[in-house]
């Protein structure tokens, strides 16, 4: 699997899995009875693209998830930006999660409603330090790839 090394293409495909993130969404605000198959044939194809683009994502920003010790400085302080920029865009989804809570409480099945989109904005915010990463890293330096080039893996 090739990375991505532009933030073009980062870029892009932040877009996209913003995109999944958002018909996801929307499926299952729209999660009820007469709606209910046009919902899971939204919500299907877009998990399948903000899943896959998040996958993605998480291998073209770097090691999101290493250990602090295998990070250097500047590695360290974006992760840190990029976790505190998701941490407050999961608070911002935890308000809209409420609000719809309180919109779904007074129909019926207003608890498979409201766990259906928490379910929603839950994977939302998982990816979001990857979508910040994604969006604010520059460019890769090209000499740190070519520095190989012509040689054969032993």
Same mark, same amino acid.
């Given at each position: 699997?090739?990375?991505?090394r532009?933030r073009?293409?980062?870029?892009?495909? #932040?877009?996209a #899995? !913003?995109?999944?993130?958002? !018909?996801?969404i929307?499926g299952?605000?729209l999660? =009820?009875?007469?709606?209910?198959?046009?919902a899971?044939?939204?919500?299907g194809?877009g998990?399948?693209?903000?899943?896959?683009?998040?996958a993605?994502?998480?291998? #073209?920003?770097? =090691?999101?998830?290493?250990a602090a010790?295998?990070?250097?400085e500047?590695?360290?302080?974006l992760?840190g =930006?990029?976790?505190?920029s998701a941490?407050?865009?999961i608070?911002?989804l935890m308000?809209?999660?409420?609000g719809?809570?309180?919109?779904?409480?007074?129909?019926?099945?207003?608890?498979?409603?409201?766990?259906?989109?928490?379910? #929603?904005?839950l994977?939302?915010?998982?990816?979001l330090?990857?979508?910040?990463l994604?969006?604010?890293?520059? $460019?890769?330096?090209?000499? $740190?790839?070519? $520095?190989f080039?012509? !040689?054969?893996?032993?």
């Open positions: 699997m090739t990375v991505t532009t073009s293409d980062r870029r892009r495909l #932040a877009v #899995a !913003v995109i999944g993130h958002l !018909v996801v929307v299952a605000a999660l =009820r009875e007469p709606t209910l198959w046009f899971v044939g939204l919500m194809p998990l399948c693209l903000c899943v896959g683009t998040a993605v994502l998480r291998k #073209a920003v770097g =090691r999101p998830g290493s010790s295998d990070l250097d500047r590695e360290l302080h992760r =930006r990029a976790h505190y941490f407050q865009g608070c911002l308000v809209v999660d409420l719809y809570g309180l919109y779904a409480a007074g129909g019926p099945d207003s608890g498979s409603l409201l766990a259906a989109m928490t379910a #929603a904005l994977v939302f915010g998982t990816s330090p990857a979508l910040w994604a969006w604010k890293l520059p $460019d890769d330096d090209p000499e $740190d790839y070519t $520095d080039e012509g !040689v054969t893996p032993a």
